[in-house]
């Protein structure tokens, strides 16, 4: 009876897990293909910002964004992270700052290399201290 109990138990992980998995695939992040007209800007600490107008067949931002930035980091567990923007370094283990993206104004919800590109978006790279 307890191995019957045990089976049933992975097996409702198992199933979660998979529904879970389905969901992402169905509601995560969709890219588009085609040319889209975006903008890129990156804000610095000093307050200087830097704006291009960008046309891209990118479906993604990360490869958008290395048109014409760019951008130092590595893949992780949550997507790519991003340590340096045009050569300026964002260490939180130093000084609480890190490279903080934004869509249109709001916080993004998603990692370079999962944030969509949308035509007509903005896109702002933003050095920021927590």
Do not use: C
Request: net charge negative; glycine share 10%; no cysteine.
């Amino acid at each position: 009876m307890k191995n019957k109990k045990t089976w049933l138990a992975v097996g409702a992980v198992i199933l979660a897990a998979a529904l879970m998995v389905g969901a992402w695939f169905a509601f995560g992040p969709q890219a588009t293909a085609g040319e889209k007209d975006i903008v890129i800007s990156v804000k610095y600490a000093d307050g200087k910002t830097e704006r291009f107008e960008v046309s891209t067949d990118a479906e993604f931002l990360k490869e958008a964004a290395e048109e014409v930035l760019t951008l130092e980091g590595e893949p992780g567990p949550y997507g790519f992270t991003l340590y340096k923007v045009n050569g300026v370094e964002a260490d939180f283990s130093k000084d609480s700052s890190y490279w903080a993206v934004y869509v249109d104004g709001e916080y993004g919800q998603y990692g370079l290399d999962a944030q969509p590109v949308t035509d007509g978006s903005e896109y702002t790279f933003a050095y920021e201290r927590y």
